[in-house]
């Protein structure tokens, strides 16, 4: 079975300072590794994912997140946040042998950017 | 596409009602999802369904929750009867499986059983 531990349930920044989102994986088998991202009110998004290949990711808004499997580690990060940003992060985790059928999320990350 | 139709948006019974949630996939989607958001347990995978077929319902509570997958464009999730502590957001989600976890979310049902 996996798990997925977020180290921080709420993450206050300022506009423009980098952040980093911490997650930590538990799993007996190969991975696939996700984040997610809540804003107020809806669903959830992909944000970014990993599935094989290169160990660092790219989101479309600036986003990165690097797979550590010695650390089993993927921590999520932003050279400089905006506003825009305040959300809730989830990071996931699927296993390779179901091909991502099963999706388990960690608790979450509050990201609060202040002006 | 519309993207994840859910219905209703929102909720409001009395404990011992029966609730049911509704969901349309996005078309094309064979995987189909449930997940409940609470404070207290975040987010829980409740039920999956593969082609229809539920494929892993570990996460359903207790008996008193069903889900149904009749035809590859709609479901239903039955909370019969409802209790206090079933209030929580129900998500639906599909994916083209094997996906790799990439999963489109509907905007969710807030439930909240008075």
């Known amino acids: 079975a996996q798990s997925v531990t977020q180290l921080d349930s709420q993450v206050p920044v300022f506009e423009e300072a980098p952040v980093e989102l911490r997650c930590n994986y538990s799993?007996?088998?190969?991975?696939?590794l996700f984040w997610y991202v809540q804003y107020p009110n809806q669903g959830l998004q992909l944000l970014l994912k990993?599935?094989?290949?290169?160990?660092l990711v790219e989101s479309i808004n600036g986003f990165e997140a690097e797979f550590n499997k010695s650390q089993t580690s993927f921590h999520l990060r932003k050279p400089s946040v905006h506003i825009s940003d305040t959300a809730e992060y989830f990071c996931?985790?699927?296993?390779?042998?179901?091909?991502?059928?099963?999706?388990?999320f960690g608790q979450g990350t509050e990201l609060s950017v202040k002006p | 596409d519309a993207g994840v139709i859910q219905s209703p948006r929102h909720e409001v019974t009395e404990m011992g009602q029966e609730v049911t949630l509704r969901c349309k996939p996005i078309s094309g989607h064979n995987s189909l999802f449930w997940y409940r958001q609470t404070m207290m347990r975040g987010l829980e995978l409740l039920i999956y369904?593969?082609?229809?077929?539920?494929?892993?319902d570990s996460g359903m509570p207790e008996d008193r929750f069903s889900a149904k997958m009749p035809n590859a464009s709609f479901s239903t999730l039955k909370i019969q009867p409802s209790e206090p502590r079933d209030s929580a957001v129900y998500f639906c989600?599909?994916?083209?499986?094997?996906?790799?976890?990439?999963?489109?979310f509907g905007a969710g049902s807030r439930l909240t059983v008075l």
């Open positions: 996931a985790v699927s296993d390779r042998v179901s091909q991502g059928g099963k999706l388990i």
């Open positions: 989600a599909s994916s083209f499986y094997p996906a790799g976890g990439v999963l489109t």
């Open positions: 799993s007996s088998v190969s991975v696939y």
């Open positions: 369904f593969n082609n229809n077929v539920p494929i892993d």
């Open positions: 990993y599935l094989s290949g290169s160990t």
